[in-house]
């Protein structure tokens, strides 16, 4: 069954930047958008940042444009989203999900989901 696997959250400062990984089985996932979320402790889960299946269009949640990008390679079957000037704000679990239609901020519309991996910024 194909799976997505999430890496590279940690502890950080504020103001640094990280890099996660979004890994799919084989190229299971090229033909789907994928989307990144986060879910803080006690808060619902969030949209993030979307790329389309050829990785051509993007989308991003007001709260991260300009410091966050998404990015895949799709002879690696991976999704990237590099973050910059992370703030405590940015705290939270990041998944990353696939959806076989367009861009889109809805989670219902991802079928397929990562564990997640957890990102803590410190003030």
């Known amino acids: 069954q194909a799976q997505l696997v999430e890496s590279g959250g940690g502890l950080v400062q504020a103001g640094d930047s990280l890099r996660l990984s979004c890994a799919s089985s084989g190229r299971a996932f090229n033909y789907y958008t994928i989307g990144w979320f986060r879910q803080a402790p006690g808060k619902e889960r969030e949209f993030v940042a979307a790329?389309?299946?050829?990785?051509?269009?993007?989308i991003y949640a007001d709260s991260v444009k300009g410091r966050f990008a998404i990015s895949r390679d799709k002879s690696k079957g991976a999704i990237y989203l590099q973050m910059n000037s992370l703030k405590p704000e940015d705290t939270a679990v990041y998944s990353c999900a696939a959806a076989p239609g367009g861009l889109d901020e809805t989670p219902s519309q991802y079928l397929y989901w990562g564990q997640g991996t957890q990102v803590t910024v410190s003030s």
């Open positions: 790329i389309d299946y050829r990785g051509t269009e993007t």
